[in-house]
């Protein structure tokens, strides 16, 4: 992962460009990697802020041999080796939160969005991005984000490399994803629900304008979430939003 790195200082968007650089040809771990974007994307076409000099936005083309069926496990294994490396470095309490943000102390730290390339049943390659946010002092945020977002400055108190933030995260990444692809799911599953944590608290997901309020019972071996709701009924969540109940 990393040997060929694309980097920019300002872009509009890694993930954008990284999909726009693929040939049939490109190396599997090619990472497009920028000091700041200026339209970063979030999921469901959200947002997403890079400001220049205090977060990563890194773009990783993978080339998995899996059915689309597989894909979304992807999401998980990226939380896993995000969780895995930023916990080793800062020793900060990660916490993910399905499927796929990054919390530190109830905010959030990082966010990974999945896109892939397919033609008919056949995978081509997936674009995974993550952003992180690294220096950013709480009054960089947005007032709208301030009590929800954070970065690893606002946690530990103290300003991080971010090239050596980078490094292990390529690093935790290729083990993950390593792991993943040879040995399957299972693995990737257990430190999921080690991160994850939330088991058995009242939680709710938004799917567009459906909400399901019921405790989370974890994710099943193809990774997808378990939701039971108040009625005893068991709901299988590929994708949506989910919070967490206060009791
Ligand atoms: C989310 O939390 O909704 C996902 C955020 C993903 C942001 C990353 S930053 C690198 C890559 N480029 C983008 O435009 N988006 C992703």
């Not at 892939?116 to 991005?129: H, K, L, N, R």
């Not at 292990?168 to 390593?178: C, G, K, N, P, R």
């Not at 299972?186 to 997901?205: F, L």
Request: glycine content about 8%.
């Amino acid at each position: 992962i990393g040997q060929t790195t694309i980097y920019k200082k300002s872009v509009h968007s890694t993930q954008t460009l990284a999909k726009e650089t693929y040939r049939e040809g490109t190396p599997h771990g090619t990472t497009v990697v920028a000091s700041e974007q200026t339209g970063g994307r979030g999921r469901m076409e959200r947002p997403w802020q890079s400001p220049e000099n205090t977060s990563i936005s890194v773009s990783i083309i993978v080339k998995p041999d899996i059915s689309l069926r597989e894909a979304p496990q992807l999401t998980l294994v990226t939380a896993v080796a995000i969780s895995d490396a930023l916990e080793t470095i800062s020793k900060l309490p990660v916490q993910i939160k399905w499927p796929n943000d990054i919390y530190i102390n109830d905010c959030k730290v990082a966010g990974i969005l999945t896109e892939m390339q397919a033609e008919s049943d056949q995978m081509q390659m997936m674009v995974v991005g993550i952003g992180l946010n690294i220096n950013q002092k709480k009054e960089q945020f947005p007032a709208d984000l301030q009590n929800k977002a954070t970065s690893l400055y606002i946690e530990s108190g103290q300003e991080w490399s971010r090239t050596q933030i980078l490094q292990a995260l390529f690093v935790s990444f290729e083990q993950w994803y390593d792991l993943w692809i040879k040995e399957g799911f299972t693995q990737i599953r257990k430190m999921w629900e080690h991160y994850a944590g939330a088991y058995n608290q009242p939680v709710k997901v938004i799917q567009g304008n459906d909400t399901i309020v019921g405790h989370m019972l974890g994710i099943n071996n193809e990774g997808v979430l378990q939701l039971q709701d108040q009625n005893g009924q068991v709901h299988l969540i590929y994708s949506g939003d989910l919070g967490l109940l206060r009791r």
